[in-house]
């Protein structure tokens, strides 16, 4: 069972970055993807970015311009970096890891970080 801890999370203003971390106990690389999710209390989950095998990205529009995600294969762990957040995005940041392990897809979870954006 692949472990996965998200970190990076916190307070900061409107306008203000943070940079999440996704660290997993085995190679990243040889996950198929990193999947960034946020959820707030009564409602559904957001995709927010993805990042492939292939270092291939994408992003909800909600983030689109102001959110980079990223992989560090030589330390197992992708990162979100959040530039310009707004109250929106206050969430807990969760990120999952793809495994495809022959036909069988596995899905490895954190256990989420708490961004909170407020003046």
């Known amino acids: 069972q692949v472990q996965v801890v998200e970190s990076g999370g916190g307070w900061v203003q409107p306008g203000g970055s943070l940079r999440l971390a996704c660290a997993a106990s085995?190679?990243?690389?040889?996950?198929?993807?990193v999947d960034w999710y946020r959820q707030t209390p009564g409602k559904q989950r957001e995709l927010v970015a993805i990042?492939?095998?292939?270092?291939?990205?994408k992003y909800a529009d909600s983030v689109k311009g102001r959110f980079i995600v990223s992989s560090d294969n030589a330390k197992n762990t992708a990162y979100l970096q959040m530039n310009n957040l707004n109250p929106e995005d206050t969430a807990t940041y969760y990120c999952?890891?793809?495994?495809?392990?022959?036909?069988?897809?596995?899905?490895?979870w954190g256990q989420g970080t708490q961004v909170t954006v407020s003046s």
């Open positions: 999952a890891l793809t495994e495809i392990i022959g036909t069988t897809q596995y899905e490895h």
């Open positions: 085995e190679n990243i690389a040889y996950m198929f993807r």
């Open positions: 990042v492939g095998r292939d270092g291939s990205t």
